[in-house]
């Protein structure tokens, strides 16, 4: 069955330091992963996904992330945090290589510090 | 891109009611929708499939009498609360598939969300 963790619930960064958000994932087929990021009491917003073809993937608002298999990882990263990326993260993974069922990571708040 | 909208945004209603929640994609055809329950501070749960025309598919645990869920047509996609308590209540959200040329170019977009309060 697939599964996803991500590594520390909370994470509090510096404004202008590098954001690094964690995510693993099992899978017994190569999955899709997604990271979506959720504004207090809004629906969520889908960052960046992959599917297929290169494994570092650009995503919005200048968030990157990198597909290891090796590893099974996904992490996020941004370069240089700023004050509005404040929020809830969340790490996801399809079940299979489609979006029927897409199964959610617990989610890593991210607190940005002036 | 694509936008779906969830109606109401917020309601609060009495032990024993029940309660409607709309999900519509306003821009595009959705033969698929997806329901999810987001409770505070803790990740979402997939609820149910959606398929127009179709019966849901529930996942394991999730009470089908209770959740009524009914994708009546392309746009449109509800779900009923029937006889809500107090451990209902919670953020349901819903999504909706837009398909692609290919089964990796399809993309899922997620409402705005609705907080259901029973008193």
């Known amino acids: 069955a697939q599964s996803v963790t991500q590594l520390g619930s909370h994470v509090s960064v510096s404004e202008g330091a590098l954001v690094l958000l964690r995510c693993n994932y099992s899978s017994s087929v190569p999955p899709y992963l997604f990271w979506y990021v959720q504004y207090p009491n809004q629906g969520l917003q889908l960052l960046l996904k992959y599917t297929t073809g290169a494994t570092l993937v650009k995503g919005i608002n200048g968030f990157e992330a990198e597909f290891k298999k090796s590893e099974t990882s996904f992490h996020l990263t941004k370069p240089s945090a700023h004050m509005s990326d404040a929020a809830e993260y969340f790490c996801a993974v399809s079940l299979g290589n489609s979006y029927d069922k897409v199964i959610f990571g617990p989610g890593t708040s991210l607190s940005v510090i002036p | 891109g694509a936008v779906v909208s969830q109606h109401p945004s917020r309601v609060i209603c009495k032990s024993g009611t029940s309660v409607k929640i709309e999900c519509r994609s306003l821009?595009?055809?959705?033969?698929?929708m997806f329901w999810y329950r987001q409770f505070p501070k803790k990740s979402l749960m997939l609820m149910a499939t959606s398929n127009e025309g179709s019966k849901a598919t529930y996942e394991q645990g999730v009470e089908k009498d209770k959740f009524l869920i009914n994708h009546a047509s392309l746009t449109l996609s509800t779900l009923t609360v029937t006889s809500a308590h107090p451990e209902d209540s919670s953020f349901y959200i819903c999504?909706?598939?837009?398909?692609?040329?290919?089964?990796?170019?399809?993309?899922?977009?997620f409402g705005p969300g609705t907080r259901l309060t029973v008193l």
């Open positions: 999504s909706a598939r837009v398909p692609g040329l290919a089964g990796w170019q399809d993309t899922q977009y």
């Open positions: 821009d595009f055809q959705a033969t698929t």
